[in-house]
């Protein structure tokens, strides 16, 4: 265990759905980070946040919606999704930007 | 930005012997280069990492060297065991050039019994 939770581990959903991820971390860190990882594909960063402000987005769709209520806790708000939006989609957590990252152990994304 | 090279997409061992994996980096800013190990069904986990001041780090079997000059640095895994197989990331960030780390595309690594 990293230290790294991700729920739900699985999730399917149709495309007229709303759906959340929900990724959680008590190691203290001040950063977190959402990843989507395609088949054949490198790690896609989504967002960056830093001590719960947003810093990166990298142009992610808007169907996808991030929320850090606090340090410990990161969602992703899902809606209106395509089935190339299937993924893995990975958290991660880091001390600091630029830091070791641990990551959760994904969730498992399937759109239909 | 950063770019980060990583070869070869698939190694193919046998139990014992070594594997090394290659990764090559763009940013000569980069100062921190981390290495994950993706289990199937797990997420990434870190396994061994290296900064920009020494070039060369050793943690039992597996190892990583650095060459600044060149921009590239290494894993190598000695004495491999069906268990080391996985699929293996590079990755380089620095708070010089820019602290979201860049990965590579990943390396599936195969040891057979």
């Known amino acids: 265990e990293t230290g790294v939770t991700q729920t739900p581990r699985h999730l399917v959903m149709g495309m007229t759905n709303k759906k959340s991820l929900k990724c959680e971390q008590h190691?203290?860190?001040?950063?977190m980070y959402w990843y989507k990882q395609s088949a054949k594909k490198p790690l896609e960063l989504m967002f960056v946040y830093n001590f719960k402000e947003q810093t990166e987005n990298n142009s992610v769709p808007s169907r996808f919606s991030p929320e850090c209520p606090n340090s410990s806790h990161l969602f992703l708000h899902l809606h209106t999704l395509q089935p190339e939006d299937s993924a893995l989609y990975l958290c991660a957590s880091s001390q600091d930007r630029g830091a070791e990252a641990f990551f959760g152990q994904g969730t498992r994304l399937t759109v239909v | 930005g950063e770019n980060v090279e990583q070869h070869p997409s698939t190694l193919s061992v046998q139990e014992g012997d070594s594997a090394v994996i290659k990764c090559t980096y763009s940013?000569?800013?980069?100062?921190?280069f981390p290495w994950y190990k993706q289990e199937l069904g797990k997420g990434p986990q870190l396994i061994i990492d290296i900064r920009s001041n020494v070039g060369e780090k050793k943690d039992q079997r597996i190892a990583v060297t650095l060459n600044k000059t060149a921009k590239h640095f290494s894993l190598h895994i000695t004495e491999t065991q069906p268990e080391d197989s996985a699929v293996y990331f590079c990755a380089a960030l620095g708070s010089g050039g820019s602290y979201i780390p860049t990965f590579g595309r990943g390396t599936s690594l195969i040891v057979h019994p």
């Open positions: 940013d000569s800013a980069s100062n921190y």
């Open positions: 190691l203290g860190h001040n950063a």
